[in-house]
């Protein structure tokens, strides 16, 4: 059995179906295929997982009118606190400096998911594969890609998206190599009370093996992302929950009192992945696929749905511009949608791999330059305003045309 579609997107994550409902009012007709079935329930490592939404990100969402299923589970930042362990020196950032009521927020993945989904199951357009695998990759005789899922089923197209996650199988399939760095750690994930309130305040702690994140995620709890050595990771998650909790504290010091766990624990590898091109003949890569990074900074899914919403965008100035003539795998396009993303996905994969690798760093005299860097960026407000805007995606606004530049605040 055998169906065309004008796209077929290959991964119904978080960047997929973005795109997916980015391209929903467009009336090309889509095929999200996805591995796990929408109505699975979702696993603890799914339950534990959050992603951090720069403000930026907050308001792609409002342009999609998306956002407001996402804002009851949602946790405002309000303060950003930066220190290293073991040394002088801190930047802390406020959104009321900018005349913003969050420098971003932080969704449970599962609220994230559930908005996506019920928003593209009503879209006429777009049709869910659920469950299947993506398989194989093939072009018929008119140039266009053949996609057969391991049910036997072949999904013809005429752009496929691989949004399949770091170790994609579509990238493969294309014969895109991609440059693997290995940080050696993995993210511990999981959810704590701390005995004072946070207070809208998330914190990013450096220590030697990997910084450790603490989150607001609702009135009383944080999202914990602790990037440690990979051996460690195991260990910590197979302790117990008494010694998790005290090496958990000992981590990140006092500043919110007594940590108590309040979540299962999880965990995953950490690598910086970035493919060799973004895009081949009538395809394209987005999200992980065409970039993973650690989670320092946060910028992975921001940097993810700037791409995916630049591809929607191009595709809809094109259509409008050609009508009954567009194609949507025109290589022209494709290859202008890459160039105008190469700079931003460059700059955020060189900044959060910059990150990692200075405060992983251990040279003699190295701990106390950075502690005196923290320091003096804390004096500077002309760099500290532009680490904000960059860091809440406000910089890269205009390049975007679905968003609405008065969006409410």
């Known amino acids: 059995m055998s169906r065309e579609y004008d796209i077929a997107v290959v991964g119904g994550g ?47 969402f409002e342009s999609l009118d ?18 290293q362990a073991g040394y002088f020196g801190r930047v802390t950032v406020a959104a ?22 019920d928003r593209l199951a009503a879209q006429a357009h777009v049709d869910i594969i659920a469950p299947a695998l993506f398989e194989s990759l093939d072009y018929n005789g008119q140039g266009h890609p053949v996609l057969t899922l391991d049910d036997g089923r072949a999904v013809h197209a005429r752009l ?8 994609s199988a579509v990238r493969a399939a294309l014969g895109i190599g991609a440059q693997v760095d290995d940080y050696g750690q993995s993210a511990i994930i999981t959810v704590v009370t701390p005995e004072r309130a946070h207070e809208g305040c998330a914190y990013e702690r450096f220590l030697p093996g990997g910084p450790l994140a603490l989150l607001p995620r609702t009135p009383d709890t944080c999202a914990a992302v602790w990037a440690v050595p990979t051996d460690e990771a195991t260990e910590l998650c197979s302790a117990s929950e008494t010694a ?14 007594a940590l108590t766990l309040a979540g299962p624990r999880g965990a995953y590898p950490l690598a910086r992945v970035l493919a060799d091109q973004a895009v081949a003949p009538r395809a394209a890569l987005i ?14 899914f921001n940097l993810s749905i700037r ?45 959060t791999d910059g990150i990692v690798r200075l405060f992983s760093n251990h040279l003699p005299g190295l701990g106390h330059a950075r502690g005196a860097g923290l320091f003096g ?18 910089a890269l606004l205009d390049d975007l045309p679905r968003v609405d530049k008065g969006i409410k605040r």
């Open 160 to 167: 496929v998206i691989g949004a399949d996650g770091q170790k």
């Open 96 to 117: 009321d400096e900018y005349d913003l009521p969050a420098l971003g927020y932080v969704v449970p993945n599962t609220a994230m998911i559930a908005a996506l989904r």
């Open 307 to 351: 791409d995916a919403l630049g591809l929607a965008d191009i595709i809809r100035e094109h259509q409008g511009l050609k009508g009954d003539a567009f194609d949507p795998g025109d290589a022209d396009m494709l290859a202008a949608w890459a160039e105008a993303r190469r700079p931003d996905q460059h700059r955020v994969a060189n900044f």
């Open 287 to 300: 999200g992980n696929a065409g970039h993973a990074l650690h989670p320092a900074a946060a910028q992975g």
């Open 377 to 394: 960026l804390s004096l500077a407000p002309g760099l500290r305003a532009d680490m904000a805007r960059r860091s809440m995606g406000l």
């Open 66 to 83: 998306l956002w407001g299923a996402m804002a009851d589970s949602a946790a405002a930042i309000e303060r950003l606190h930066v220190s």
């Open 244 to 257: 998790f909790t005290q090496a958990l504290n000992a981590a990140f010091g006092h500043r919110l009192g």
């Open 14 to 60: 978080l960047a997929g179906a973005s795109l997916a409902c980015a391209l929903a009012d467009t009336g090309l007709s889509v095929a999200l295929i996805e591995a796990v079935a929408f109505d699975a329930p979702a696993d603890d490592n799914l339950k534990a997982r959050t992603t951090a939404l720069a403000w930026g990100t907050r308001a792609m």
